[in-house]
């Protein structure tokens, strides 16, 4: 019971795992409202409210592990997590100067020397350790969230967009069979090419807006937009320690 309320009361919880799972669960809870008769709550009612919660649940459960699956693709695909690439001299999203200023204080609070432009190109691989050691502290550092509450505002919006691209296929299989079941119902007339009716037509409508908006919306680029607005959100920190 304290798990199921942690997930409502919690806000991480709540943002970045609840919510992406009642997204993907959409076409679930559209197919129960449309063809439920909610005026007389019977057994089958019940059944399928029964099913519908326990199918959230356990993807709220899952969905972090989906998250993270997706976020260990993309740290590949973006050479590092941005809170390691912002620190690299090479990296042109922060300017040198503000740069400097994070190795600086940097250097001082994970108690490691950070490397200069030479070092870094020689030797990449080290100098990612020290950035990522730079992470480490900077995290631990931070954990007060009356502190930092846009740290903390950013990390729930990363989560979000992580774990709902992590559940895109997922969504997407559930709104296209949502679609399919519509033209299913109302066979007859797709059978002479005409379009749904009633509440066919609704099923139909809704799945196909659902599926735009996954693959329109729900993309790598908006999650690496999240970690980038994180990563930048943790790096200010350092200004702070």
Not at 47 to 58: C, E
Not at 103 to 116: E, F, I, M
Not at 173 to 202: C, H, I, K, S, Y
């Amino acid at each position: 019971m304290e798990a199921i309320l942690k997930k409502f009361t919690d806000p991480y919880e709540r943002k970045a795992r609840l919510y992406p799972a009642l997204l993907a669960a959409l076409p679930v809870i559209v197919l129960i409202a449309l063809y439920t008769d909610w005026l007389t709550f019977g057994v089958e009612n019940a059944l399928y409210i029964t099913v519908a919660a326990a199918g959230l649940f356990w993807l709220t459960g899952k969905i972090r592990d989906l998250g993270k699956a997706v976020e260990n693709r993309l740290v590949t695909k973006w050479e590092g997590m941005p809170s390691v690439t912002l620190l690299r001299h090479r990296d042109s999203v922060l300017d040198r100067y503000t740069t400097q200023r994070y190795h600086k204080a940097a250097a001082v609070l994970a108690d490691v020397s950070l490397p200069d432009p030479t070092e870094e190109e020689s030797d990449p691989t080290d100098a990612d350790e020290r950035y990522r050691a730079v992470t480490t502290a900077l995290l631990s550092k931070t954990r007060d969230t009356s502190k930092y509450p846009l740290l903390f505002k950013e990390n729930i919006n990363y989560g979000f967009w992580r774990n709902l691209r992590g559940v895109k296929p997922i969504a997407c299989a559930l709104a296209a069979a949502l679609v399919a079941f519509g033209l299913w119902l109302d066979r007859a007339l797709v059978m002479d090419l005409q379009p749904p009716e009633g509440t066919e037509r609704v099923a139909v409508v809704a799945g196909i807006m659902m599926l735009f908006g996954w693959f329109t919306t729900v993309t790598d680029e908006a999650v690496r937009r999240a970690a980038q607005n994180y990563a930048q959100r943790l790096l200010e920190a350092l200004d702070q320690t």
